[in-house]
C-alpha cells in the first residue's frame, strides 16, 4: 500500500499539468474554478468535521495541510481514469468497425475511411493521419507502416492482432470470414468483460466513500453521548480536551483521508495494455528456474540463522514477546525464496495465456500457405518472450523427430497450465491434414483457447474484485477502533 501511495502521488505531482489535456480527451468538463470548488468544498466539509469533533488548532491544521497535500493526487487520477475509460471505448469502436468494414470489402484502406466516419476526437484524428500515411508512403512495408500509428498511439495487443490479420488476407488472399468472426468474438468477450469490470470498480468505489461518510458519522457517537449527558443530567465527561482524545481522532481522519486517495489512487485500471515489459518477464522466468534464486535461497537460510539465534538470546532473556515477534520474521525470510517464486509462477503463467492465443493466431495465417511445422519455424522471430525458449525446443525436436508426439505434449508443459498444454496436443493432428482442414481445425482450436482465456481472466477479475469489496470494510475498522478509544475514555473520566 505504502508502495503503490509514494509512486501514484509522484506520478500525479510530475504530470498534474497534463490534467486539462486529458478531460479534453475524455470530453470530461474542465475548468479551473470547478477544481477549486471541489477543494473548497473539501475543506469546508474536513474543517466542519474538526470543528465538531472539537479538535485543536494543530490537529485542524494537520488534517487541513493532509488533505493539501493529496488534494492534486484524487484530481489527477479522477480524470486519468476518464482518460482511460473514453481510449478503452474509443479501441471498442475502433476494432469492431474496422473487422465489419473489412468483412464487407477486404480492403485495409476502406476499413480505416468507414471506421474514421464514426470515431470522434483523438482517435478520427489518430486514424486520419494513418489514412495520409497509407496513401503517401511508397515503402512495401506501407500497411505496417501506417497502422503502427494507430498501435502505437493505443497499445493494445488486440488492435496489432487484428492489424496483422486483416493486411496478411489483403496481401495472401485466401479464406477469411471465419477467422474474423472467431477474432470478433474474442472481442465482444473482452469488451463486455472489460465494462463489467468497469461497473464493478465504480460501484466498489462509491460503497468506499459511503463508509468513509458513515465512518465519520458514527466516530462522533462519543462527542454526542458526552453532551447528552451534560445536558441532561449535568454530568461533565467531556473527553475532547484530552490529549489522547486528540491524537486518536486526528490518526482516525488522517487514516480516513489516506484510504480515500488510496482507493482512488489504486483502483484504478489502464484496459488496453495488460502485456508486461520483457525485462519483468525474463526476470520472472529466472526465478521459477531457480537461476535467481539461489543466492535469495541462501540469504534467507543465513538471515532465518540469525534471527533464530536473536530469538533464543531474547527468550533467555525473558523477553518472550520481542522473541516471538524475531522468531516469526525468520520462519518468513525462510520461506521468502518460495513465495516470490510462486508469485512469478502467476504472472508468467498470466503471460502464458496471452502471448499463446496471439502466437495460435499467427499459427492460421502461416497455414494459409504454409504447412505446420513450416508455420511454427516462420512465428519464431516474432513470437512473444515467455514463450521464445520453449518454442525454440519445439521447433529443434519436431526437426529432430517431425512424426512424433512427443514434441507437442512437452511444448509449454513447464508452465503447468493445463488448458494450454491439451490445446497443443490438438496441433499435432493438425499436421496430418490438408490445408483447409488445418484451418478449420485451427480455427476451432482458436476459438476454444479464447474461451479458456475469457473464463481464466473472468475468474482472474472477480478474484480482484473480491479483495476490493474486502477493503471496503477498512473505514468499518478505523470507526470500531475510534468508538473503542473514546469509549474507554468516556468510562475512566466518568470513574
Not at 478503452?88 to 469492431?96: E, K, L, T
Not at 468474438?185 to 469488451?191: L, S
Not at 521468502?336 to 495465456?353: E, G, S, T
Not at 476454444?448 to 481472466?457: A, G, T
Amino acid at each position: 500500500m505504502g508502495y503503490v501511495m509514494q509512486y501514484g502521488i509522484k506520478k500525479a505531482y510530475k504530470n498534474i499539468g497534463n490534467i486539462k489535456n486529458m478531460a479534453y480527451e475524455s470530453k470530461t468538463s474542465y475548468s479551473f474554478w470547478k477544481i477549486t470548488g471541489i477543494a473548497a468544498a473539501a475543506f469546508f466539509v474536513l474543517g466542519c468535521i474538526c470543528v465538531f469533533y472539537k479538535m485543536n488548532i494543530i490537529c485542524f491544521a494537520i488534517s487541513e495541510i493532509t488533505v493539501i497535500i493529496f488534494m492534486p493526487a484524487i484530481i489527477f487520477y479522477y480524470y486519468l481514469q476518464k482518460q482511460e475509460d473514453k481510449r478503452f471505448n474509443d479501441v471498442d469502436v475502433y476494432i469492431h468497425q474496422m473487422a465489419y468494414s473489412f468483412q464487407r470489402n477486404p480492403k485495409v484502406n476502406v476499413a480505416l475511411e468507414d471506421t474514421s466516419q464514426i470515431l470522434t476526437g483523438k482517435a478520427k484524428k489518430t486514424v486520419i493521419k494513418s489514412i495520409k500515411r497509407l496513401e503517401t508512403e511508397t515503402s512495401s512495408e506501407v500497411y505496417n507502416y501506417a497502422l503502427k500509428i494507430i498501435e502505437d498511439e493505443y497499445n493494445c495487443p488486440r488492435i496489432k492482432t487484428l492489424h496483422k490479420l486483416i493486411v496478411d488476407i489483403e496481401q495472401r488472399g485466401g479464406k477469411y470470414y471465419r477467422s474474423l468472426e472467431i477474432l470478433l468474438d474474442d472481442f465482444n468477450c473482452w469488451v463486455k468483460r472489460v465494462y463489467k469490470y468497469q461497473d464493478d470498480i465504480k460501484q466498489i468505489k462509491r460503497n468506499s466513500f459511503i463508509g468513509i461518510i458513515l465512518s465519520f458519522v458514527l466516530a462522533s457517537v462519543s462527542v454526542i453521548i458526552s453532551r447528552i449527558l451534560e445536558d441532561t443530567a449535568g454530568i461533565d465527561i467531556s473527553i475532547t480536551n484530552t490529549l489522547l482524545y486528540q491524537v486518536v481522532s486526528l490518526i482516525f481522519i488522517l487514516l480516513n483521508i489516506i484510504y480515500f486517495v488510496f482507493v482512488n489512487v489504486s483502483y484504478g485500471r489502464e484496459w488496453l495494455n495488460t502485456d508486461r515489459t520483457e525485462k519483468k518477464i525474463l526476470k520472472d522466468m529466472r526465478i521459477i528456474s531457480d537461476s535467481d534464486n539461489k543466492s535469495i535461497k541462501i540469504f534467507s537460510i543465513i538471515t532465518f540463522g540469525i534471527m533464530l539465534a536473536a530469538a533464543f538470546v531474547f527468550l533467555f532473556a525473558k523477553n518472550i514477546p520481542t522473541a516471538v515477534i524475531v522468531g516469526l520474521a525468520g520462519i518468513y525470510m525462510l520461506f521468502v525464496p518460495v513465495i516470490n517464486r510462486k508469485k512469478a509462477l502467476i504472472r508468467i503463467q498470466n503471460d502464458v495465456y496471452i502471448s499463446f492465443s496471439e502466437w495460435l493466431r499467427d499459427i492460421v495465417i502461416h497455414l494459409q500457405d504454409e504447412p505446420l511445422q513450416a508455420a511454427v519455424r516462420e512465428t519464431y522471430k516474432d513470437c512473444p518472450v515467455v514463450m521464445k525458449e520453449s518454442l525454440g525446443r519445439f521447433i529443434y525436436e519436431l526437426e529432430e523427430t517431425p512424426s512424433s508426439v512427443k514434441p507437442y505434449y512437452e511444448f509449454m508443459s513447464e508452465f503447468g497450465v493445463l488448458d494450454i498444454s491439451s490445446t497443443v496436443r490438438m496441433l499435432y493432428s493438425v499436421s496430418e491434414l490438408d490445408v483447409d482442414e488445418a484451418d478449420e481445425m485451427m480455427n476451432t482450436i482458436i476459438k476454444r483457447n479464447y474461451e479458456i482465456i475469457d473464463k481464466y481472466e473472468e475468474n482472474k477479475n472477480q478474484n480482484n474484485l473480491s479483495a476490493l469489496r474486502f477493503a471496503e470494510y477498512i473505514p468499518m475498522i478505523f470507526v470500531s477502533l475510534k468508538i473503542a478509544a473514546d469509549m474507554l475514555m468516556v468510562i475512566t473520566g466518568y470513574l
